[in-house]
């Protein structure tokens, strides 16, 4: 299982660092066995006494962090670099205390369901679309170190951590991945990562079993392109070669939109982030 | 205030004949004053005692409600007719409890953040667009008493409750069209019923206070036309006259897909019904 020791045991450290320096502070240490994944990381401590107080309530200073998701997860909030600062505790909790995993779970599983009841055309034609960051690899242990999108983007740690090719799947994309393999819907990978990261990604996909795929297409290096215009586009492309989009599913509304879209989206959660 | 008395009566006496019939059965009574709406419901009593004891968990019978809220919500389970039978009572915990509100209040917030953003050109040709049903008005009266979406659409009931005129207004959205009334920008109503209701719906809309939009638009009697269709095609109009839609809100998808879909959308929680 493609889930490092060196990056485990940094999770690890971190927690003692946690308990260690924060003896005032709130802290949470979350702990969840994701079948082989072990996942464990420590929500950094909230140094205000007022966020602390409000950590239990819904509404963490003024922002209903429920709420928020909602209209992020709907496309209504466009355009954030940053998840809300006291939404940092509700995102955390939400991304490993099973909530995220549940929401993806209901996902594939209309995925799968949609899946068999195609009638499959048997000709080799149809392809299923799927993203990469927070679609095919979960990148929740680098976010997990980076306050789950509380801090700005950091391209150059974030670039760092993807030539590691270290990121573990997501169960449920992997299960419907397989699941499309086995009827003979080819999976495409579009991703908005550059060709610089072709190498990275092809091996970190393989490490974790995405093996098959019928193309991994990344975005060409110095395009200046919004992710809607690359991905339809590739979409497009796909189609004008006899291609038939079965299903396309993705983290991101970017992902989704923009004809063609594929005759089914499948939207997977993502309150860390936001691509334009 | 439009929220007839007889439909109020109506509901107190709901809920005297479920306190009074319900001696065995589970049964809950929710009280919400909405500022000066009083919002009375009794949920159904749940006769199952299985559906009474998972009551409390998030999944009920096995249906995570949650998570299929957020699928919904998405885009990405399509085609429902009823709610989970499982997610009667989730469903209208959230339309009653606050949650609903809530959601509204952060989509509506994030709409007139936007608009007071736009560089209005102030000639008279930014519309907005509102859907009808869930959007401008609410039908939680009706809903409340036909299982939140869990009892199969009555075209019957519904279309009589339409033709009472007696729905309220989303307050949310009402707070959103009167400041953009102030700005200038024209509101557009769009809706999926058809013009046989053309009346009674500018007659509920007027009794609420959404006054001064530019056009109410509703869909010929008898075309057969799907929402997205018909929708995206009076948007096209609308640019063909030389309109610009700075935004569009409503609480289906049908609302906000299909080229042209306006410069932003805004989706409203919906959890009750699905419309194709």
Known sequence: MAFPNHRLAAFFLAVVAAVTSSAVAAWNVKLEIDNDIPLIHTLRPL????AGHQSRRRNYGGVPCDS?????????????????????????????????????????????????????????????VFDVDETTLSNLPYY????????PYDRAAFGAYVEEASAPALRETKRLYDKLKEMGIKPVILTGRREDKREATAKNLAAV???????????PQD?????????SGERK?????????VGNIGDQWTDLLGEPEGARTFKLPDPMYYVA
Do not use: Q
């Open 47 to 50: 140094l205000s006494s007022a």
């Open 68 to 128: 928020w998701r909602f209209a992020v997860e709907t496309n209504t909030i466009r355009g954030w670099a940053t998840i809300p600062a006291s939404c940092e505790e509700y995102v955390g909790n939400y991304m490993l205390g099973g909530h995220y995993r549940r929401d993806s779970r209901v996902v594939v599983d209309e995925a799968i369901a949609y899946a068999e009841k195609l009638k499959a055309a048997g000709n080799g034609k149809e392809v299923w």
């Open 144 to 151: 997990a170190e980076h306050g789950f999108g509380a801090e």
């Open 209 to 219: 079993g995405y093996t098959g795929y019928h193309k991994l297409l990344l975005k």
């Open 223 to 231: 395009a200046k392109v919004h992710s809607v215009e690359f991905k």
């Open 237 to 245: 492309k796909l189609e004008d070669a006899a291609y038939v989009i």
